[in-house]
């Protein structure tokens, strides 16, 4: 159900256009920038929970389209959703929107900016992205800004590391028409009594060290390498 509302949502963007398959381009690189609020650090016996902004920028020469994409936490914040409000639901009743069916799982706020078919005719495709709790996973909830595209991603948590895969239908909407990831920023924060989605329990040489991947994948060319990644310091005391 999902992939066809996703291809009707496009097919007016794609009617027209010509994939074109070109040489290869420069290789991915991305810069990230973070940061953690409040600065003052919780400790372990005592953690603090944050607000949590991040934002990734991938060249635009690349042409690259995203497959997954990897944030590694360090040991001075913790991930979890443990005795948090989650959400259950199917993307399907998601995609009716989380406001209506998991209001209070909602953990913030945010906004993705990709073209579609960037080698042949680009448009852009901007997204409105609502985080939400749910069971293990951080669920991202994509509604397209003046079209009709609607997605959900699931953010597994393992550890420190939150994994999002991108859908086959995000990275290739329609055969044959690719999208190629732009931006991506979003602003995690959410609490519930004591638990909270990202907590501080330390600072270390003052800074949280956050890494960011992303992995890549042929449209229809292999990309100059198949990952790119960065990293950023988010300041704490």
Known sequence: MRKSFLVAGVAALTFGMTGVANAQNPAPTIDVTASASPSKAGTKSKPKSEKFKLDVQNDPLSKATASKITVTFPSTLKLSTSGLTQCTKSDDEIVT????????????SGEANAVLNPFGTPAPLKFKVIPVVGKNELLFYLEQIGGSVKAVLHGKISGKKLTIPITPELQQPVTGTYSALLDLTTTLSKKKGSKALISSVGCKSKKHSIGVAIGFVPNPNPPAQSSASGTADAKCS
Do not use: T
């Open 97 to 108: 929107g989380p406001s209506k069916v998991c209001k209070s799982s909602i953990a913030g």
